[in-house]
């Protein structure tokens, strides 16, 4: 499976990949690093449909393997004496997993906060790893790959429950385990990763491409409104990342548009056509299912303790749930104010920043997906909480692992115009 492409030559990745491997001080170190890669490749492909598999205390099977994959690639790392080193996003993001962890020494909720910080640790683990696996185009796009077909496993899902007639309130269905609403934008986001493939690489072109009309499907299925409006960013890129126009370009398209209208209509009468069109109801009674008042009483949580926050999932019990654990903030910025402060806020911005910041700087297709992906995360965690999600890390983690980060600023300047050409 080749991943490598005409215009990796040209500006230079293939080479740097050729050197990474030339570099290798022997079998034992070169089979350590293939085993760690592919532990970091199986949590990638498990991260989107991790809620499907819960272990005890609604631990995610996916958060143990995180761990598993962590040791593997420290103890490749260390066999062979190369350590990528970190991006100012990890910085940000490690800043605020110590500051989460700070928080336990003033929380109203000991127990829920020491579990958040570990959970924390985790997730910074997870992101860690795909840095460390990521020096290569080959490798970071078999990474973008598994993160594909780990979508493609929870539409899969998505489909057992229709098919059997299982849904939710509302006639909404999903996959087993899932939230209406995180799996349809988990598998929304999957789009621009789903679609930068199918332009990129020739390997599996079609199997990228039908994922869109998959991830539209599903998006209606849910009857999420937010994965709606989530789903219109996503698909900014297509539009953005068109190939060269030629008849079988346009063709393809065509075709796509088609295969989408078909899956559509196929799933049409189990579509709640009648929860997505309270879009426009919901904004004027400015209700939103109750998150308005939710989004107050968190915010005069917030204003109670404005600086520190009242500690790491603690939300619940700030804002007075009878059932604090089943009471989310719905919305991502909120729920890290009133629980960090403003200290774990601007520590949170500046781990969002810092990614834009790392997407603007990368080559022209990559600065597309992931401006445009982060652009789509942004508006999804509006009414999700999702700092605390493994695909949030997941996107930081991709994101600022990109092997062109490696480079000086004169080689990105280069490779950018590669990609420029391409």
């Given at each position: 499976?080749?991943?490598?492409?005409?215009?990796?030559?040209?500006?230079?990745?293939?080479?740097?990949?050729?050197?990474?491997?030339?570099?290798?001080?022997?079998?034992?170190?070169?089979?350590?690093?293939?085993?760690?890669?592919?532990?970091?490749?199986?949590?990638?492909?498990?991260?989107?449909?991790?809620?499907?598999?819960?272990?005890?205390?609604e631990?995610?099977?996916?958060?143990?393997f995180?761990?598993?994959?962590?040791?593997?690639?420290?103890?490749?790392?260390?066999?062979?004496?190369?350590?990528?080193?970190?991006?100012?996003p990890?910085?940000?993001?490690?800043?605020?997993?110590?500051?989460?962890?700070?928080?336990?020494?003033w929380?109203?909720?000991?127990?829920?906060?020491?579990?958040?910080?570990?959970?924390?640790?985790?997730l910074?683990?997870?992101?860690?790893?795909?840095?460390?696996?990521?020096?290569?185009?080959?490798?970071?796009?078999?990474?973008?790959?598994?993160?594909?077909?780990?979508?493609y496993?929870?539409?899969a899902?998505?489909?057992?429950?229709f098919?059997?007639?299982v849904?939710?309130?509302?006639?909404?269905?999903?996959?087993?385990?899932?939230?209406?609403?995180?799996?349809?934008?988990?598998l929304?986001?999957?789009?621009?990763?789903?679609?930068?493939?199918?332009?990129?690489?020739?390997?599996?072109?079609?199997?990228?491409?039908?994922?869109?009309?998959?991830?539209?499907?599903?998006?209606?299925?849910?009857?999420?409104?937010?994965?709606?409006?989530?789903?219109?960013?996503?698909?900014?890129?297509?539009?953005?990342?068109?190939?060269?126009?030629?008849?079988?370009?346009?063709?393809?398209?065509?075709?796509?548009?088609?295969?989408?209208?078909?899956?559509?209509?196929?799933?049409?009468?189990?579509?709640?056509?009648?929860?997505?069109?309270?879009?426009?109801?919901?904004?004027?009674?400015?209700?939103?299912?109750?998150?308005?008042?939710?989004?107050?009483?968190?915010?005069?949580?917030?204003?109670?303790?404005?600086?520190?926050?009242?500690?790491?999932?603690?939300?619940?019990?700030?804002?007075?749930?009878?059932?604090?654990?089943?009471?989310?903030?719905?919305?991502?910025?909120?729920?890290v104010?009133?629980?960090?402060?403003?200290?774990?806020?601007?520590?949170?911005?500046?781990?969002?920043?810092?990614?834009?910041?790392?997407?603007?700087?990368?080559?022209?297709?990559?600065?597309?997906?992931?401006?445009?992906?982060?652009?789509?995360?942004?508006?999804?965690?509006?009414?999700?909480?999702?700092?605390?999600?493994?695909?949030?890390?997941?996107?930081?983690?991709?994101?600022?692992a990109?092997?062109?980060?490696?480079?000086?600023?004169?080689?990105?300047?280069?490779?950018?115009?590669?990609?420029?050409?391409?």
């Amino acid at each position: 499976m080749q991943f490598v492409t005409a215009s990796d030559h040209r500006y230079g990745v293939a080479p740097f990949a050729q050197g990474v491997a030339a570099s290798g001080t022997g079998r034992r170190e070169a089979a350590s690093d293939s085993m760690s890669f592919a532990l970091v490749g199986i949590l990638v492909f498990a991260i989107p449909w991790s809620d499907m598999i819960q272990l005890s205390y609604e631990v995610q099977a996916s958060r143990v393997f995180t761990v598993v994959a962590a040791i593997a690639t420290s103890l490749s790392l260390w066999r062979n004496r190369h350590i990528r080193p970190l991006q100012r996003p990890h910085v940000w993001m490690l800043l605020f997993v110590l500051w989460a962890s700070a928080s336990m020494t003033w929380t109203v909720e000991p127990e829920k906060s020491f579990r958040r910080t570990l959970s924390y640790y985790q997730l910074f683990l997870g992101a860690w790893v795909v840095h460390q696996c990521c020096g290569t185009a080959e490798r970071y796009r078999k990474l973008l790959l598994a993160f594909v077909c780990g979508c493609y496993t929870g539409f899969a899902g998505l489909m057992v429950n229709f098919a059997a007639g299982v849904s939710q309130g509302d006639g909404r269905y999903t996959a087993p385990g899932f939230d209406p609403n995180d799996l349809a934008v988990t598998l929304v986001l999957g789009i621009p990763a789903a679609w930068y493939l199918s332009v990129r690489t020739s390997s599996f072109r079609w199997l990228n491409r039908m994922y869109i009309p998959c991830a539209i499907v599903a998006a209606l299925l849910t009857a999420s409104r937010g994965a709606l409006v989530t789903l219109a960013v996503c698909l900014l890129f297509p539009l953005l990342s068109r190939p060269k126009a030629s008849v079988r370009s346009v063709l393809s398209g065509i075709v796509l548009l088609l295969v989408s209208a078909g899956l559509v209509l196929t799933f049409w009468s189990g579509i709640s056509i009648r929860r997505l069109s309270t879009i426009g109801d919901q904004l004027n009674a400015r209700d939103l299912n109750g998150r308005m008042e939710i989004w107050q009483r968190g915010m005069d949580a917030f204003m109670e303790h404005p600086l520190v926050g009242v500690g790491g999932g603690a939300f619940g019990g700030a804002v007075g749930a009878r059932r604090s654990r089943e009471l989310a903030a719905h919305n991502t910025m909120l729920g890290v104010a009133v629980e960090h402060g403003l200290v774990g806020l601007t520590l949170f911005m500046g781990v969002v920043f810092s990614l834009l910041r790392v997407a603007w700087r990368a080559p022209k297709s990559e600065r597309k997906l992931w401006m445009v992906s982060l652009l789509a995360w942004i508006v999804a965690i509006t009414t999700l909480s999702w700092e605390n999600r493994e695909l949030t890390w997941l996107m930081w983690g991709l994101c600022s692992a990109q092997p062109w980060l490696n480079y000086p600023a004169a080689g990105r300047g280069s490779a950018r115009g590669g990609h420029a050409r391409a």
